[in-house]
């Protein structure tokens, strides 16, 4: 079963544009929804990460909005630069649970 | 400080080996998990540890896997026969302790591929 649904699968941006990818779960219970990054041949590291008492998060060109009735957040990239260029996982989770990450998006940023 | 470290990197087998992945967590953390990551595929969560226990694993894919924590430390995630379809990026990832908000650091996984 999969608790964390993310799209699109992959997405180009040209240097600049914004990027812009969507979570969807379904576990009401959740209550931490962290963002992370993974460049090829390294681990996925933490990017940023939101709670659901608050509607979005910036730090820098990255941010959080999140919906809580729809149950969907969505990472926005502004600016987005080549070296932005990484899969990036949406992911969930709750009090002492595991986290359940979305299949990936793969983000290509043009110069 | 030194990150999450696996070995070996890069592991080539032939079908119905055995084989053996090695995990070194952050030093003082004591939550431990292992993800498989296919291609194309997101992440796929296989078991947790906190200390030496691993109190759920039901995550691993069939009873050919299997893996251990010695010492609060080093993990090994353990494939019998292995099989084709066995290939892929295994990943470890470690936290200060198990819980929503505690962050978990990656290691640059170990990829499998099984001939």
């Known amino acids: 079963q999969q608790q964390v649904k993310q799209s699109p699968q992959s997405l180009i941006v040209q240097k600049g544009g914004i990027s812009i990818i969507n979570c969807a779960y379904e576990?009401?219970?959740?209550?931490?929804f962290p963002w992370y990054q993974q460049f090829p041949g390294k681990g996925p590291a933490l990017l940023i990460a939101?709670?659901?008492?608050?509607s979005e998060k910036k730090e820098g060109r990255f941010t959080i909005s999140f919906n809580k009735s729809a149950k969907q957040f969505s990472l926005h990239i502004m600016d987005s630069q080549p070296g932005d260029s990484a899969t990036y996982f949406c992911?969930?989770?709750?009090?002492?649970?595991?986290?359940?990450f979305g299949a990936g998006t793969r983000l290509t940023v043009k110069p | 400080g030194a990150g999450v470290s696996q070995s070996p990197s890069n592991k080539v087998t032939e079908k119905g080996k055995d084989v053996e992945l090695r995990c070194d967590p952050i030093?003082?953390?004591?939550?431990l998990y292992w993800y498989r990551q296919s291609l194309g595929q997101g992440l796929e969560f296989l078991i947790y540890f906190q200390g030496n226990s691993a109190p759920d694993k039901s995550g691993l894919p069939s009873d050919r896997f299997s893996a251990e924590r010695t010492g609060g430390s080093v993990s090994t995630l353990t494939i019998q026969r292995t099989q084709q379809e066995d290939s892929a990026v295994y990943l470890c990832?470690?936290?200060?302790?198990?819980?929503?908000?505690?962050?978990?650091?990656f290691g640059p996984g170990t990829r499998l591929t099984v001939l």
């Open positions: 030093s003082g953390h004591t939550a």
């Open positions: 939101i709670r659901p008492d608050v």
């Open positions: 992911a969930a989770s709750w009090a002492a649970n595991d986290m359940r």
């Open positions: 990832a470690s936290s200060l302790a198990r819980g929503s908000y505690n962050e978990q650091f």
């Open positions: 576990n009401t219970a959740f209550d931490y």
